[in-house]
């Protein structure tokens, strides 16, 4: 457990290093207010709850993450610095599973700073602020959904701006899954059990679910073990292409 | 002198490339093991398989005891890795890429200060201690890598080119690192430079298209230049057919060859036979010939002579 701790922070310290959380941070607020204050007709609804605001991540992470997840092992493998880090007594799952907590925790810190919305909200009216916390959770959630697909892509090759095609293209298709024009595409002509094994890949259907204020532990193991999934595959991989 | 290293048959494959191709030793503690081949000989690959970056084909390594592959753990914790290249995290600092090594292997607290500020002196980094890894030079990048490799006083210690991209004044204090700490630990490091393995090396070994060549003393390995224990002498031109012949006449005497002369000298090359001693005669000789010499001494043998004959591509036979 240690040494994912000095992992994590060692990547963590690496984001406020460099401009990326600067960047990340401010795109993300922006773009975050931007979303829910004109798109979403925030005001205009008139109700105390922050619907249009959560509404908008999966779009916001389906660009944003692939960006932050790109560099996690193209960068590695590019300078070489995975030769040192994987001779180091430490095991594979230890690696992929503290850079993807450090990616996790910097997203979490981002969504974090999203707080003068809430406090917005109840400025307003008396929003329904268990759905609320619930839809943080669910957002934070699919964020490591998003991070553990990018992180996979970022094994599967030296060039980042590849890594952040890749993530985004396959991202888009858990996200898109659950959309109701996508799904009509399939239903009349597929069987139910493949239309509901369509939707249920979608990170939106769960997302949704879960920022109705209902945890549904169902939700949640979709997340983790999506999450456990690619990052499995992120180590397989790794331990394939990391000669190359 | 303990086993530290124990490599039985490594094999690495690419695709349809043999990289390594059944390379097996064993190195003691106290020895120094000069990994020597041209470019491409695979040299970097075994490292790599010893210390359990790349996964072999075929065979093992085996570091105090434990199996590279079964104990990968256990194995890595005695090993310092510099690797091809001297790779850090470009956004980092010296000292804080030497706490995040410490820490990885276990050190923490007063501890892993000392070791980090001991290991900085001792390759000279305290300048640059603080500045970002991606603005140091090439030469304070390697001294940091040896730094990180160094850093847990390991028992064994791979090296790859730990000199490359030093100025000689670095060249040194690495080379007389590298002997301080030898007594202790098992250390085997690439090198293309063959002073170096005499300077360092208490063993080398020569590795072509994967395989081991040869494997001796730096020595053995001046012994089999086919100018080991040749004289060189080196006199005032005069009838130089006479010369010749006045010095095959000597006792023990193979060879001579005329190795060229420039207006005022002439330069003789003689070839002993096998276990004979000869420089005595010679310069007996040279002063009952009354020959003014300018130079007379033995030749210990080329390594890069040796080096290319045993690796360089066969010259077609015509
Ligand atoms: N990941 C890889 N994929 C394919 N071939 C490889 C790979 N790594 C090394 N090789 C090949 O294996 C052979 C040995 O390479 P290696 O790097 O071990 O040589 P070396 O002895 O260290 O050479 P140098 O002196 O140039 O450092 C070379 O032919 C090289 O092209
Ligand atoms: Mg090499």
Known sequence: MGRIKVILKR???????????????????????????YLGNFFVRGQADLIPFFDFHPW????????????????????GTIEMLLTLPVTMWEVVVGKFLAAWVFTGIALALTFPMWITVNMLGNPDNGVIVASYLGSLLMAGGFLAIGSCMSALTKNQVIAFI???????????????????????????????????????????????????????FFFVSLIAFWLFATATIIDMKKAE | MGTMVDITGLRKEFGSIVAV??????????????????????????MKMITGFLTPTGGT???????????????KKRIGYLPEGAPAYQDMTPSAFLTFIGEMRGLSGEDLRKRVSGTVEKVNLQSVLEQPIETLSKGFKRRLGLAQAILHDPEVLILDEPTDGLDPNQKHEVRTLIRTMAPEKAIILSTHILEEVQAVCTRAMIIAKGKVVTDGTPADLEGQSPTHNTIVLTVRSGDVYAMQAQLAKIDGVK??????????????????????????????????????????????????????????????LT
């Open chain 1, 11 to 37: 990547e963590l310290a690496g984001y406020f290093a460099t401009p990326i959380a600067a960047v990340f941070i401010v795109i993300f607020l922006l773009l975050s207010g931007a979303f829910t204050f």
């Open chain 1, 60 to 79: 916001l992470y389906l660009v944003l993450i692939p960006a932050l997840a790109m560099r996690l092992w193209a960068e590695e493998r590019k300078e």
């Open chain 1, 166 to 220: 890749l993530s985004v293209v396959v991202g888009l298709a858990f996200v898109l899954s659950g959309f109701p024009m996508i799904l009509n595409l399939f239903s009349g002509w597929t069987p139910h059990f493949i239309l509901n094994a369509v939707s249920s890949f979608s990170f939106l259907t769960h997302f949704h679910s879960i920022s109705k204020g209902v945890l549904d532990l169902r939700d949640i």
């Open chain 2, 21 to 46: 191709d059944g390379v097996s030793f064993t190195v003691g503690q106290g020895e120094v093991l000069g990994f020597l081949g041209p470019n491409g000989a695979g040299k970097s690959t075994t």
């Open chain 2, 61 to 75: 390594a085996k570091i105090c005891g434990y199996d590279i592959l079964e104990q990968p753990l256990e194995a």
């Open chain 2, 255 to 316: 060879k001579v060859e005329e190795m060229g002369q420039d207006g005022e000298f002439t330069q003789f090359r003689i070839f002993p036979d096998p276990g004979r001693w000869i420089i005595a005669d010679v310069g007996q000789c040279a002063r009952e010939q009354q020959w003014e010499v300018a130079e007379l001494q033995v030749e210990r043998g080329q390594l890069d002579e040796v080096f290319r004959n045993l690796t360089a591509p066969k010259q077609a």
